[in-house]
């Protein structure tokens, strides 16, 4: 489909069919990509005398189109007409944008094979709820700040206390799942907008897509895009499920090129820092990297004990210590594991009215639990204690009853049963067909002599922290 020129009043219909040749021409050079990316949205403007106006959205787009570009149309516009001298580039004005986007509306984008269904419902939703809403619980107050996040935490109460600073726009946020992100940039957002100034809009990726494509479809990519460039924060989450969605990475990008340039504040977060998210554009990428680039690391030990803590007090049941250092250590991977298994502790406890145990934690989280220990092997268990106590790996399942390489054996096992859902029969075969009663002797020996020896018992532990990662 040819696609339509707009033209702003003051140009004749001339000028507009040359306007069409020379972008033809310029399409042409550059290449369709290039061409989508930084020329599609020039709006043709009125001719005075020997100088043209052309306009374009943002400033960011006017300067890259000016320093890349600026020479080559004005040689294309004096081919075209002798009268042109001079090329003016211009940033458009917000009612100018109204006859850009309604191009776009008449010549939408092929919408992109990865793209949701648009339903009925989904089309009004585009037009009425830009955003989703924010969740109260997700507060500064309500973060455990510790060493893997304190950098994030203080880049985001940062941009909470003054959005749009230099250095810290965009604000990019990233780390594995469920460590945090979603919960910082809602506290951002819950504090920007609790002066109720500024306007805040959240959304993941996948949102934005989806509400990008059901605006195509409804023909509404004008209010869309005007929805979103007005906001005063623009919040993306899990920005890596643009990964390989073109049309929507450029639409973001387009995006968060005008807020930038009109100082809005962006915050965006990923499972990746920007260098590392292959599959997103080169140029898109780049400017993620431009402003503060925070990461979010693994929880540790000490984190997880206070995370879990502040949570347990919160809910008002009393968790004893020896329970919360127990999930600790089992559930390592997520901070979002480690509250639901809370969460299902507490909840039992209210339920019943019994008081959380030990043997009661065990019980009702047996199935998280369960999961949780596969991720260890005995194989694993049994060479991070050889190496530790520097005997020789093939002693884990031999004969030799020496106290050097015995005790370490006790050990594995101990660990083995620990950490692992393996019953005594398979520990003890792994461990040189030994019969399940030596396995049970092997773990009350290790237990009795951590409960005497204090640095034995630190070793034991220090193996299970690093088995448990
Ligand atoms: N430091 C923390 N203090 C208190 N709660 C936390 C902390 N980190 C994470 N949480 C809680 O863990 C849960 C998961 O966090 P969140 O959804 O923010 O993770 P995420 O990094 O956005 O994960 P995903 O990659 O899946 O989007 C939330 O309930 C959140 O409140």
């Given at each position: 489909?040819?696609?339509?020129?707009?033209?702003?009043?003051?140009?004749?219909?001339?000028?507009?069919?040359?306007?069409?040749?020379?972008?033809?021409?310029?399409?042409?050079?550059?290449?369709?990509?290039?061409?989508?990316?930084?020329?599609?949205?020039?709006?043709?403007?009125?001719?005075?005398?020997?100088?043209?106006?052309?306009?374009?959205?943002?400033?960011?787009?006017?300067?890259?189109?000016?320093?890349?570009?600026?020479?080559?149309?004005?040689?294309?516009?004096?081919?075209?007409?002798?009268?042109?001298?001079?090329?003016?580039?211009?940033?458009?004005?917000?009612?100018?944008?109204?006859?850009?986007?309604?191009?776009?509306?008449?010549?939408?984008?092929?919408?992109?094979?990865?793209?949701?269904?648009?339903?009925?419902?989904?089309?009004?939703?585009?037009?009425?709820?830009?955003?989703?809403?924010?969740?109260?619980?997700?507060?500064?107050?309500?973060?455990?700040?510790?060493?893997?996040?304190?950098?994030?935490?203080?880049?985001?109460?940062?941009?909470?206390?003054?959005?749009?600073?230099?250095?810290?726009?965009?604000?990019?946020?990233?780390?594995?799942?469920?460590?945090?992100?979603?919960?910082?940039?809602?506290?951002?957002?819950?504090?920007?907008?609790?002066?109720?100034?500024?306007?805040?809009?959240?959304?993941?990726?996948?949102?934005?897509?989806?509400?990008?494509?059901?605006?195509?479809?409804?023909?509404?990519?004008?209010?869309?895009?005007?929805?979103?460039?007005?906001?005063?924060?623009?919040?993306?989450?899990?920005?890596?499920?643009?990964?390989?969605?073109?049309?929507?990475?450029?639409?973001?990008?387009?995006?968060?090129?005008?807020?930038?340039?009109?100082?809005?504040?962006?915050?965006?977060?990923?499972?990746?820092?920007?260098?590392?998210?292959?599959?997103?554009?080169?140029?898109?990428?780049?400017?993620?990297?431009?402003?503060?680039?925070?990461?979010?690391?693994?929880?540790?030990?000490?984190?997880?004990?206070?995370?879990?803590?502040?949570?347990?007090?919160?809910?008002?049941?009393?968790v004893p210590s020896k329970v919360l250092e127990f999930l600790?250590?089992?559930?390592?991977?997520?901070?979002?594991?480690?509250?639901?298994?809370?969460?299902?502790?507490?909840?039992?406890?209210?339920?019943?009215?019994?008081?959380v145990t030990l043997e009661s934690t065990q019980d009702?989280l047996?199935?998280?639990?369960?999961?949780?220990?596969?991720?260890?092997?005995?194989?694993?268990?049994?060479?991070?204690?050889?190496?530790?106590?520097?005997?020789?790996?093939?002693?884990?399942?031999?004969?030799?009853?020496?106290?050097?390489?015995?005790?370490?054996?006790?050990?594995?096992?101990?660990?083995?049963?620990?950490?692992?859902?393996?019953?005594?029969?398979?520990?003890?075969?792994?461990?040189?067909?030994?019969?399940?009663?030596?396995?049970?002797?092997?773990?009350?020996?290790?237990?009795?002599?951590?409960?005497?020896?204090?640095?034995?018992?630190?070793?034991?532990?220090?193996?299970?922290?690093?088995?448990?990662?």
């Amino acid at each position: 489909m040819p696609e339509t020129v707009a033209c702003m009043t003051g140009t004749s219909p001339d000028i507009a069919a040359q306007w069409a040749r020379v972008r033809e021409r310029l399409k042409a050079e550059v290449g369709d990509v290039e061409y989508r990316t930084w020329l599609k949205q020039i709006v043709l403007g009125p001719l005075e005398e020997d100088e043209i106006s052309l306009f374009l959205p943002t400033r960011f787009l006017r300067d890259w189109v000016r320093g890349q570009y600026g020479d080559r149309l004005q040689e294309l516009w004096r081919l075209e007409n002798r009268f042109v001298q001079r090329v003016e580039l211009q940033v458009q004005r917000v009612s100018d944008a109204a006859a850009a986007s309604a191009v776009a509306v008449e010549t939408p984008a092929p919408v992109e094979p990865e793209s949701p269904a648009a339903t009925p419902a989904s089309l009004s939703e585009a037009r009425h709820d830009l955003a989703a809403p924010l969740d109260t619980r997700f507060t500064f107050d309500s973060f455990v700040v510790g060493k893997p996040n304190e950098f994030a935490y203080a880049c985001a109460r940062r941009v909470a206390e003054k959005p749009s600073s230099p250095g810290f726009n965009p604000l990019f946020l990233y780390g594995g799942v469920g460590l945090g992100k979603t919960h910082l940039m809602h506290a951002i957002g819950s504090e920007l907008t609790s002066g109720g100034r500024v306007s805040v809009a959240y959304m993941s990726a996948e949102k934005f897509m989806y509400r990008f494509i059901a605006a195509i479809r409804s023909q509404s990519t004008m209010e869309f895009k005007e929805q979103l460039r007005s906001v005063d924060v623009l919040m993306i989450d899990d920005l890596q499920f643009l990964i390989g969605k073109d049309n929507t990475q450029e639409e973001f990008f387009h995006t968060f090129n005008a807020l930038v340039d009109a100082g809005r504040q962006i915050v965006v977060s990923a499972d990746k820092s920007p260098s590392d998210l292959s599959g997103l554009e080169d140029r898109l990428r780049t400017r993620l990297g431009c402003g503060m680039v925070a990461d979010i690391h693994a929880t540790t030990f000490e984190l997880r004990i206070s995370i879990l803590e502040a949570k347990a007090q919160a809910s008002g049941v009393s968790v004893p210590s020896k329970v919360l250092e127990f999930l600790a250590h089992k559930i390592t991977s997520n901070v979002r594991e480690l509250e639901g298994a809370l969460n299902r502790l507490i909840a039992h406890a209210n339920l019943f009215g019994r008081p959380v145990t030990l043997e009661s934690t065990q019980d009702v989280l047996h199935d998280i639990l369960k999961a949780h220990d596969r991720r260890v092997t005995i194989e694993e268990i049994q060479r991070k204690v050889s190496e530790h106590w520097n005997i020789r790996l093939t002693d884990m399942s031999s004969a030799r009853r020496a106290r050097a390489v015995a005790r370490p054996r006790q050990v594995a096992m101990y660990l083995a049963k620990q950490l692992t859902s393996r019953s005594l029969p398979e520990i003890g075969r792994k461990f040189g067909n030994r019969d399940h009663t030596t396995v049970m002797h092997a773990v009350s020996r290790v237990t009795e002599l951590m409960e005497r020896d204090a640095a034995f018992a630190e070793d034991v532990e220090l193996l299970r922290r690093m088995l448990e990662g």
